[in-house]
């Protein structure tokens, strides 16, 4: 029995399909990881499942015993409450008896002359509540807001003045708590540091129920999942097994693929020269005589012609043609190289401090950037990790210390907003304005990073993030920059887009400092790593 089915189910928007006969099934305590290039449809997939969209044709069946929880990537959290209350409403019916009991202890009088019904009644609530599990519930509720990143005092805030990440983890801590049969999680990671990535890592093993796993952390699918659900061409190919276990099975297919591509296509070829010979030979007869013979052999010759032809069209016929795999945008090798070199050392802080209304942030930090170096920076959300990054290039001032960048550096700033693009720019003009590339080398560019078409003329501030991070590497590739400062760089960057990234960065000869979470990007570039945690700055490697 699963707990949801789609049969052959159809899903577009403004005339373009995005699932096109979909079929597939999700057991109980199955691990999906959902995979797929942005836009693909995988958070389409994820709504039909809670029904806040409704398929074009086929059937999406959820099982009654379903409990799901959901968590998009936009949540927009509203309500009165705090940020702990929010956790704790995730089970209905604990927070009933919570409720009941604070308004039984807002009514009870003080001594000494309590109401003794009042009291009795209080009593009842208080046993009835711990009974069914309340006060243990709500340890775990505070150790789960803890496990994705709140300290204790931000427990009590209200909703109202979270920031955007602060309310996405709450409404994760939320989905946690909630004891679903089946867990939809779409990029939980986006709003997380790596504490709290590897939080949720070990919380996932644990849990029993079924997840279905939308996020760009090739670690955390690795650690977790336990089937891999690709989305590509409106079409879904599911099976069991890891995702490096997938993307073999994947490059083997392709390989298969190709393969029986081009000896049908050497079929085709000799197929088509042999009709050419056949069809010009019996028009040359033709028209060479009018010999009953001759012309019956030319005859009998234009009918092997005939013969050949429907031979032609039953290869290329659909239920027989061999595809061309479709390009990978993985083997896209995205070329970052600074048009000139500059002294070794780039940058240098010494004994930097910054504080915001009174409060420290960080004192006393040291840092060096030389040629050749790429410095990941990592720690706690809120640690100062972009504060010191824009420091070091003067978007910020320090309260004390001293901070040298080389006057020769040029330098790439892309904050995790990607703030510094122009938003009434279109794609082509932002490339055009920032590269000396003439305009068929704009266009092919942005081809190889899938803007194509009209899509080259859509304004920065109607791109999506994954389209504004792909826009990002259109600007990597010629920015000509020998610093890079990348915030969050593979933010909503899909895998192949991330491999591109990654490949990049990792010949890049010139400086980068970075900051990330994901754990697989951290290991393969940089050559050494940064933590700032408690107002101070460590290398861990």
Not at 102 to 107: C, F, N, P, Q, S
Not at 375 to 394: C, Q, R, Y
Request: aromatic share 6%; charged share 30%.
């Amino acid at each position: 029995m699963s707990l949801v089915g789609f049969d052959n189910v159809v899903k577009a928007y403004a005339g373009v399909t995005i699932l096109d006969g979909v079929s597939f099934e999700i057991a109980p305590a199955c691990k999906v990881g959902l995979v797929g290039e942005n836009g693909s449809g995988k958070s389409t997939i994820l709504r039909l499942m809670t029904r806040a969209v409704e398929p074009d044709a086929g059937r999406v069946a959820v099982s009654r015993s379903a409990r799901i929880a959901y968590v998009p990537q936009e949540v927009g959290l509203r309500s009165d409450r705090t940020a702990y209350e929010e956790a704790l409403a995730a089970r209905p019916a604990l927070w009933e008896k919570r409720a009941q009991l604070l308004r039984l202890e807002r009514g009870l009088p003080e001594a000494p002359s309590p109401n003794e019904a009042v009291a009795a009644a209080y009593a009842d609530a208080v046993a009835d509540y711990s009974a069914a599990g309340g006060y243990r519930f709500e340890r775990e509720a505070e150790d789960v807001l803890r496990g994705v990143g709140f300290a204790d005092r931000q427990m009590a805030l209200p909703l109202e003045s979270l920031s955007g990440g602060e309310a996405a983890r709450v409404a994760l801590a939320r989905a946690i708590l909630a004891e679903p049969t089946l867990l939809l999680l779409d990029e939980p990671d986006n709003h997380l540091d790596i504490e709290g990535i590897e939080w949720l890592e070990q919380w996932l093993k644990r849990y029993r129920g079924a997840l279905i796993l939308v996020t760009h952390d090739r670690r955390l699918l690795e650690e977790v999942v336990d089937s891999v659900m690709e989305v590509q061409d409106g079409k879904v190919t599911f099976e069991k097994g890891g995702l490096a276990e997938f993307m073999k099975r994947k490059q083997e297919r392709i390989g298969r693929q190709m393969s029986d591509y081009l000896e049908q296509q050497r079929r085709v070829r000799k197929l088509r020269a042999a009709i050419n010979r056949a069809a010009g030979k019996a028009r040359g007869i033709e028209r060479r005589t009018i010999h009953f013979h001759y012309r019956k052999q030319a005859s009998k010759i234009a009918r092997r012609a005939v013969t050949l032809r429907r031979r032609l069209e039953r290869e290329l016929d659909d239920g027989s043609r061999t595809g061309k795999p479709r390009a990978q945008r993985d083997r896209i090798r995205l070329d970052v190289a600074p048009r000139r070199w500059h002294a070794r050392t780039v940058l240098r802080i010494e004994g930097a401090a910054k504080a915001f209304g009174g409060t420290p942030l960080f004192d006393g930090v040291d840092l060096e950037l030389s040629r050749g170096e790429r410095l990941a920076l990592v720690g706690p959300n809120g640690s100062g990790k972009t504060t010191l990054m824009e420091i070091g290039i003067g978007l910020q001032a320090a309260d004390a210390g001293d901070v040298w960048l080389s006057g020769a550096a040029t330098v790439f700033y892309c904050d995790q907003h990607l703030a510094g693009l122009e938003p009434e720019l279109s794609v082509y003009d932002t490339v055009a304005r920032e590269s000396d590339l003439g305009h068929g080398e704009v266009h092919y560019l942005l081809a190889k990073l899938l803007f194509r078409g009209n899509a080259v003329h859509k304004r920065v501030r109607d791109l999506s993030g994954g389209e504004r991070t792909r826009l990002l590497l259109a600007l990597l590739m010629n920015t000509g920059a020998d610093l890079l400062m990348l915030d969050e760089p593979t933010n909503h960057l899909d895998l192949p887009s991330i491999g591109i990234l990654q490949e990049g960065l990792s010949g890049f000869p010139g400086a980068v400092l970075f900051i990330s979470h994901d754990r697989a990007f951290i290991d393969a570039v940089a050559t050494d790593v940064y933590e700032l945690r408690g107002g101070e700055l460590s290398k861990r490697r």
